[in-house]
């Protein structure tokens, strides 16, 4: 290939001689700019290739304009970069050079760089087990708003787990979480109102989380949320109302927790009437047309 111009043959090696067409869908001048040495740029071409805006995508070319990018201490291309290291998208799949490049972004306060060097941690993933430093690192994202290491923490609370067993703690982590939609956290405050741990014992209050997270499709939600119903604790009896929550998390639920909630559905079949369980099926297809995605 002959070049004229530095710049022009720079931005063609840098690309790795793409045809022209695909060259022309970024913007040359951002090109340029990338190809001079601009991290900002380089990580907006990077993420160009790696969600597929304006070029085919591309993960291996995405991973060598994100690592230029990251390598001159931009903090988005160091989280992203790791997060093609964790998958191996682009690269070789590689936890401990994830762990490093997230560590490089948690450290300039990116949240989500945060939370994935912590779940690296709790998991022993790419670096030794260390839940003690899995629960700072999601509390720094937590306390940034994310609902997932609001989540993770809680967890870590609930099981004892790098920080001292707390309920309580556990409990107000899950409720930051649940707040914000997370359907996991809605399931583990109801589930800790329904054991009455940290907090005093309030079926009712089970019911209410067990209900949003259900709502969102959790399996586990809709079958505890479906017993309560057969039962009467915290909601009025309703087997109508309990044969929907629990079929649908026999729908849902893979291997012995779905034979268990199987089991559930056919016995309070088995207490309707037929008009009531043509009414159940009914909530049932109801429910899953109103969430089909």
Known sequence: ????GNIFCAMALATGILAGAQISKIDPNLLGRATAGDAAAQFQVGMAYATGKGVPMD????????????????????????????????VPQDPAKAADWFRRAADQGVTEAQLALGELYDHGDG???????????????ALQGSDEAQYNLGTLYERGLGVEQDFSQAAGYYRKAAEQGNPAAE????????NGQGMEQDYAQAA???????????????????????????VP?????????????????VGSRQE?????????????????????QSRVAKWKAAHQK
Do not use: H, I
């Open 1 to 4: 290939m002959r070049c004229f």
């Open 59 to 90: 993960d291996t070319l995405a991973a060598a304009w994100l690592e230029k990018a990251a390598a001159q201490g931009q903090k988005q291309a160091q989280f992203q970069l790791g997060a093609l290291y964790r998958s191996g998208q682009g």
């Open 127 to 141: 670096v030794p087990q260390d839940y003690t430093k899995a629960a700072n690192l999601y509390r720094k994202a």
């Open 187 to 194: 399931f583990n405050l109801g589930l800790l109102y329904d």
């Open 208 to 234: 209410l989380w067990y209900n949003k997270a259900a709502e969102q499709g959790l399996a586990r939600a809709q079958y505890n949320l479906g017993s309560m119903f057969v039962s009467g604790q915290g």
């Open 237 to 253: 009896r309703d087997l109508v109302e309990a044969y929907k929550w629990l079929a649908l998390a026999a729908d849902n639920w």
């Open 260 to 280: 268990q909630a199987v089991r559930g559905r056919d016995s309070v079949a088995a207490r309707l009437t037929p008009a009531q369980l043509f009414d159940a």
